[in-house]
């Protein structure tokens, strides 16, 4: 299966958000082909989540939520910063995408 170059994806990603009023900001443009994914969203309420793109048991790309106790996985802004911070340092070309959205919502899961 072909997989989508990763800056590719970005870029769908941020025009759906703009067509769909979500506020979307490219924070770290990483490596263009296959660089690491995090969406850092903010619910404009206190709540943030942290979600990573990783390959699932059947090949396919799934988010996971790297951060947030409790069943619906929210942390706060400053977790959030810290694990960025720590991946940032681990590998410097990283994409990080930041959504600000009352919502909560993912532009890349509507694609």
């Not at 989540?49 to 409790?70: C, K, M």
Request: charged share 25%; aromatic share 6%.
């Amino acid at each position: 299966m072909d997989r989508l170059k990763t800056g590719m994806l970005v870029s769908a990603a941020v025009r759906v958000a703009s067509a769909a009023l979500i506020d979307c900001v490219v924070v770290n443009r990483g490596d263009a082909d296959a660089g690491a994914l995090f969406v850092h969203i903010d619910a404009l309420d206190g709540r943030h989540r942290l979600l990573s793109r990783v390959i699932g048991f059947d090949g396919d790309y799934e988010w996971q939520n790297l951060l947030g106790g409790g069943a619906e996985g929210w942390s706060d802004a400053d977790a959030v910063a810290a694990r960025l911070s720590r991946e940032r340092e681990i590998d410097p070309d990283v994409w990080i995408i930041a959504i600000a959205d009352q919502k909560a919502r993912n532009p890349f899961e509507m694609l």
